[in-house]
């Protein structure tokens, strides 16, 4: 919605969107104190710089993927309550290294369903296993790859005001291959 203009050459519709959100943001800024207006986006870089500006959406907060403490808790919670027997965090958690938190709660779905289907199959209960989420790995892919690439280009090449500067910290700091060329 708050692309940059741009982005939106033949998209009248969706700049007098942004015409009026800015309007709006601006005539909250007087009336409303103690208000709070949030957004969230994937793409940070594609926003509008006029969103950016003092009084509008004028910081920015970096949501970095879960680290393995709470990928193990995103596993507990999403495995919780359904029938499991000897997980061990630990391989489970290195194996979704670079997953988003949806990500891992997918990984967790699909071990449930394949444990369920065996179940149907079979008609005998079989719990949720290691195995079972290790070979859910194999056909569920990090979400995060392909944008981990654009970040990494954003940071090379389009920081220039420092807008991305904890990104690129994070980059730095993070030292993983996926941050590399």
């Not at 919670?77 to 061990?88: N, V």
């Not at 391989?91 to 990984?107: I, R």
């Not at 967790?108 to 005998?124: H, Q």
């Not at 990090?142 to 910290?169: C, K, Q």
């Amino acid at each position: 919605m708050g692309q940059k203009w741009s982005h939106l050459r033949h998209a009248g519709s969706i700049r007098q969107t942004v015409n009026q959100l800015l309007a709006e943001l601006d005539s909250a800024g007087g009336s409303n104190d103690g208000v709070f207006v949030l957004g969230a986006t994937n793409l940070p870089w594609d926003v509008d710089p006029a969103l950016r500006r003092p009084g509008r959406f004028d910081r920015m907060l970096l949501v970095t993927p879960p680290d393995p403490d709470a990928r193990a808790a995103i596993v507990r919670s999403h495995l919780g309550g359904k029938p499991m027997e000897g997980i061990d965090l630990a391989p489970v958690v290195a194996a979704a290294d670079g997953f988003s938190g949806a990500d891992v709660a997918y990984l967790c779905d699909e071990a449930a369903k394949s444990a369920m289907d065996d179940s149907m199959s079979t008609g005998n209960l079989r719990y949720i296993t290691n195995a079972d989420i290790l070979a859910a790995r194999a056909s569920v892919q990090p979400s995060t790859a392909g944008w981990s690439e654009t970040a990494r280009t954003v940071v090379e090449f389009g920081n220039s005001d420092g807008a991305f500067d904890d990104l690129a910290t994070y980059m730095r700091v993070s030292g993983k291959k996926r941050w590399r060329r």
